[in-house]
Nanobody, 117 residues
Framework: QVQLAESGGGLVQPGGSLRLSCATSRSIFSIYVMGWYRQAPGKQRELVARITSGGSTNYADSIKGRFTISRDNAKNTVYLQMNNLKPEDTAVYYC???????????WGQGTQVTVSS
């Protein structure tokens, strides 16, 4: 069973920063496209950022210039550094691992990020 272990959510004031982490097995991490999605109350889950095994990235327009996705291959961990957070970034953030060969995606349990003064 594929496990994605997330950590790093919490409450932060507008303009603050948080870093999310997601660890998984080497067999998944070395091949799958790792990503972060988020879902705010009453809204659909949306892509935040993705990174391939080769390090190519893509970002949602709403967070470009504020969030950075990265990966540590030695730790089988993907990170989402979130800076200059805004109230509209409040959501449950989910780590994902998408197969490059099939329509298979694994999800973490989600971590709450709340941006509020």
């Amino acid at each position: 069973q594929v496990q994605l272990a997330e950590s790093g959510g919490g409450l932060v004031q507008p303009g603050g920063s948080l870093r999310l982490s997601c660890a998984t097995s080497r067999s998944i991490f070395s091949i799958y496209v790792m990503g972060w999605y988020r879902q705010a109350p009453g809204k659909q889950r949306e892509l935040v950022a993705r990174i391939t095994s080769g390090g190519s990235t893509n970002y949602a327009d709403s967070i470009k210039g504020r969030f950075t996705i990265s990966r540590d291959n030695a730790k089988n961990t993907v990170y989402l550094q979130m800076n200059n957070l805004k109230p509209e970034d409040t959501a449950v953030y989910y780590c994902s691992a998408g197969s490059p060969f099939a329509a298979t995606t694994y999800w973490g349990q989600g971590t709450q990020v709340t941006v509020s003064s």
